[in-house]
């Protein structure tokens, strides 16, 4: 399989705290992972994409310094939302992508944020 | 435009075929997909066709795609119940990253 979790599913956070979400791959080595932004009844949005041990390329509209990402390892991405306001509510989704496969993109079940 | 295009909404009967479409942009794509995403679930890769192909067929679903027209289409047989989600097209652009169209709705009635 590919699998490809996230943690936490839901986070309910007070505006101008942090946030950080978790996409791992559980079962294969991804190069590298992407997020993306979902709001409601609407498309994907690619926020980023994250190469393992080197910086995010962000898209264009994207605050970097807001949306801080790390992709430490082959199985993990973190994103983390700094001083979160409402307007950060959303659902975020990451996907992952095997080493050596360009093709195909693994996508984690997705995070509710919540910010009161 | 830069847009990958769907319908919003589709509904049909239980039993009868549906026909999900979308239209991209880029000649380039060399891949093109289908994923389905459930209430408050991530995205399920359904099938994904190469941009050589006119034709791919996987058990209950038929993907057509008219390059010239650039236009891809996803035909689910007998639909049921659970077939019930969000279907979105997606193409891989040269860049190798994934553009999204907005999502079509398909309800199936009973």
């Known amino acids: 399989g590919a699998v490809v979790s996230q943690h936490p599913s839901r986070v309910i956070c007070k505006s101008g705290t942090s946030v950080k979400i978790e996409c791992r791959s559980l079962?294969?080595?991804?190069?590298?992972m992407f997020w993306y932004r979902q709001f409601p009844k609407q498309s994907l949005m690619l926020m980023a994409t994250?190469?393992?041990?080197?910086?995010?390329?962000?898209e264009q509209g994207v605050e970097k310094d807001k949306f801080l990402i790390n992709h430490a390892s082959l199985t993990l991405s973190t994103l983390t939302v700094t001083s979160a306001h409402p307007e950060d509510s959303s659902f975020y989704i990451c996907?992952?992508?095997?080493?050596?496969?360009?093709?195909?993109?693994?996508f984690g079940p997705g995070t509710r944020l919540t910010v009161l | 435009g830069e847009d990958v295009e769907q319908s919003l909404f589709l509904s049909v009967r239980e039993g009868d075929s549906s026909v999900i479409n979308c239209t991209y942009t880029d000649s380039s794509s060399t891949y093109l997909y289908w994923y389905k995403q459930e209430p408050g679930a991530g995205l399920q890769l359904l099938t994904y066709?190469?941009?050589?192909?006119d034709m791919k067929q996987d058990q209950r679903l038929t993907v057509l795609l008219n390059k010239k027209d650039k236009h891809l289409s996803l035909r689910i047989a007998d639909t049921q119940t659970g077939d019930s989600a969000i279907y979105f097209c997606?193409?891989?652009?040269?860049?190798?990253?994934?553009?999204f169209g907005p999502g079509t709705r398909l309800s199936v009635l009973p």
């Open positions: 996907s992952a992508r095997k080493a050596g496969e360009r093709n195909e993109q693994f």
């Open positions: 994250s190469n393992e041990g080197s910086k995010a390329t962000y």
């Open positions: 079962d294969f080595q991804a190069t590298t």
């Open positions: 066709i190469f941009s050589n192909m």
């Open positions: 997606a193409e891989r652009r040269s860049g190798q990253n994934f553009v």
